[in-house]
């Protein structure tokens, strides 16, 4: 068995009567690059300063590297963080940046945060009040990747950046999980995204976890369909349509759920969905009232 | 972590200095000029009565040694406000406590030495001035007998540093529970005046039981007093040796019955001049009952409020440690 890296049981956290989290379920193996999405307020953000001990669970259980997170300074060493809008200090220049790193992080990697600096491009001498938003999220990036952690949490890093500054920020990441051989943990909106950088999915939405595998068998368990509504009709009873659309003119097609590959038929076109649409497909269902929420809480992870 | 504290510190601290400095130099010069001075009007007057050149003497430096008490009065005020509040509610403003709290290093350790750092150089910073002060106008307060004032005491000796000392750790605090900085500055500053009002006038008076004394009221005496009512109530009174008086009566006669409505009484306060009245009315031989601490508790005053001062601090680090562990974002 894989040892995780990241578990919780029963997770619970409430904002006075608001529930941001409800009962989650989860266990990330080492190694892998998570990506963590949901609408806004699904609590994308609420399990992420769960996971690095910024706040704690109401009820429930949570453990980061088998501890309770953020409590102890060999754990916080273990864990990178860069919260949400990239907070750094303006009037600290880049350099100080470094500095405060180096001095409060027995794992400091100096030579790696330089070569990230480098990498971005950013002058030490500059104030960080005086960056722009892409250049901000490096910086906060690159503080902390040097810590060198074996789990780095990014709570929407490229959530404000253009299109542009975004790839760059997502190469950087991707060069400085590879280079770590950390397990990272991102959340994010942009589907697209995740798709390009991630290998691990978590679906929140409402609080509730509702997809949780390695992506690659996710989608091999999916199927886009196309054919005729009354053939739709007709799919194997063990297949779940998850989403369907039907229009006047031309053929229906349904996204369907399905344990093992839909036999080849004359009477539709089975092709493998994106990340996208599936995604989309699960968060339509989730938000439909009355879904049965219970049953699709680690659905995917029956093995 | 002492460097980041120093780091983000330095400016308001540099800036402190420099004020700090500024007036080390203006307090030794004049606290040199002070002492000069006295020597003069002892060597003077020496063998003859020293009262009259003394008080003038005391006259001279009244009004500086009375500014510099104000100013050293609300120095922990302002430490606080400026130097505490901002110290971890500037963090909450900015989102950067969600980046320091993910450096290898526990909260309470990084609350630690921010408070150290800061609240400790704010106390030495008032601890140096306070000494300069006590220093420069001790003999001008020694000559009124004024040290027990509200004002001389909160400005001389321990009480202002412990009082800084709980200035700056309870701005800390009130920053880390409100999260913003204007909000802690202003509930900083409304929590330190209503304490330095409620203190000297509802608990300084009792560190100790208070003596109840006969006061002979002479000439001199009479002159000194800030107030005397149509009917004898008195106000501002002045005891030679300095004792703290807390109450006084109103003017009584030789067998202890209030004069204010004694013929004799209207009479010197209708047709004696002012610098006839004193005369006048000592002559009757009047006297009043005080309530008073002894000058000889002074230090067992500042030692008992510095005590107090310390108390509150510790309990409002407990509130600030408590605060944090409770983790909420």
């Known amino acids: 068995m894989v040892t995780a890296v990241l578990e919780t049981t029963g997770l619970t956290k409430r904002y006075g009567r608001r529930t941001a989290l409800a009962d989650v379920e989860l266990s990330i193996p080492a190694g892998r690059v998570v990506g963590l999405v949901g609408p806004n307020g699904a609590g994308k953000s609420t399990l992420m300063q769960l996971a690095c001990g910024l706040i704690g669970p109401t009820s429930g259980r949570i453990r980061v590297h088998g501890a309770e997170p953020g409590t102890r300074p060999d754990h916080l060493a273990r864990v990178g963080y860069v919260a949400q809008d990239t907070p750094v200090y303006p009037d600290l220049t880049v350099a100080e940046h470094l500095r405060l790193g180096a001095r409060l992080n027995p794992r400091w990697d100096r030579a790696l945060a330089e070569r990230r600096l480098a990498r971005a491009e950013l002058d030490p001498r500059q104030k960080a009040g005086r960056l722009s938003g892409g250049q901000r999220a490096q910086l906060a990036l690159t503080v902390a990747a040097a810590k060198r952690p074996d789990l780095l949490i990014l709570d929407e890093p490229a959530a404000a950046l253009d299109p542009l500054s975004r790839h760059a920020f997502l190469d950087h990441l991707m060069e400085s999980v590879t280079e770590l051989g950390a397990t990272a943990v991102l959340s994010s909106h942009a589907l697209p995204d995740v798709a390009r950088v991630c290998d691990h999915l978590v679906l929140l939405a409402r609080g509730r976890v509702h997809l949780h595998d390695d992506i690659e068998p996710l989608i091999a368990r999916h199927a886009r369909v196309t054919g005729r509504a009354a053939d739709l009709d007709a799919l194997p009873p063990d297949v779940t349509v998850l989403a369907r659309t039907d229009p006047p003119d031309g053929p229906a097609t349904a996204l369907v759920r399905t344990e093992r590959p839909l036999p080849a038929d004359r009477r539709w076109a089975v092709t493998a969905p994106d990340l996208e649409e599936l995604v989309l497909a699960h968060l339509a269902r989730a938000a439909r009232p009355g879904s049965p929420t219970a049953p699709t809480t680690r659905p995917e992870t029956r093995r | 972590m002492i460097w980041l504290t120093w780091r983000q510190f330095r400016t308001q601290a540099l800036i402190g200095l420099a004020a700090l400095l500024l007036l080390a130099g203006y307090l030794l010069l004049l606290g040199l000029d002070v002492h000069r001075a006295h020597q003069d009007v002892l060597a003077h007057c020496a063998g003859r009565d020293c009262a009259g050149p003394l008080g003038a003497f005391a006259d001279r430096y009244r009004l500086r040694a009375d500014l ?92 202002p540093v412990a009082c800084t000392a709980f200035a700056s750790v309870l701005g800390a605090t009130l920053g880390l529970h409100l999260r913003r900085t204007v909000p802690a500055m202003a509930a900083t500053l409304a929590v330190f005046t209503v304490l330095q009002l409620a203190l000297p006038a509802f608990v300084r008076p009792h560190y100790q039981a208070p003596e109840r004394t006969r006061v002979q009221l002479t000439a001199p005496i009479v002159a000194n007093l800030s107030k005397i009512g149509t009917y004898g109530d008195i106000g501002g009174l002045r005891v030679p040796g300095g004792p703290w008086v807390i109450d006084t009566s109103a003017i009584l006669d030789e067998a202890g019955a209030p004069v204010g409505h004694t013929d004799w009484f209207q009479d010197c306060m209708d047709h004696s001049s002012l610098t006839d009245l004193p005369r006048c009315l000592a002559d009757h031989r009047i006297h009043v009952e005080i309530t008073q601490q002894p000058a000889a508790r002074y230090w067992t005053f500042q030692a008992v409020e510095s005590a107090l001062f310390a108390l509150l601090t510790a309990a409002t680090v407990i509130l600030a440690v408590r605060r944090l562990r409770t983790r909420a974002d």
């Not at chain 2, 910073?125 to 220093?135: E, K, N, Y």
């Open chain 2, 68 to 159: 510099l008490g104000y100013l050293l009065l609300v120095l922990p005020a302002v430490l606080g406000v400026f130097c505490g509040a901002p110290l971890i509610a500037r963090e909450f403003e900015a989102g950067t406590h969600r980046l320091v709290w993910n450096q290898s290093i526990t909260r309470r350790r990084w609350l630690a030495v921010k408070l150290t750092v800061v609240a400790g150089g704010c106390t030495l910073a008032v601890a140096f001035a306070a000494l300069l002060l006590g220093w420069a106008t001790g003999p001008v307060l020694a000559v009124e007998g004024a040290r027990f004032e509200p004002v001389a005491f909160a400005s001389h000796g321990l009480a």
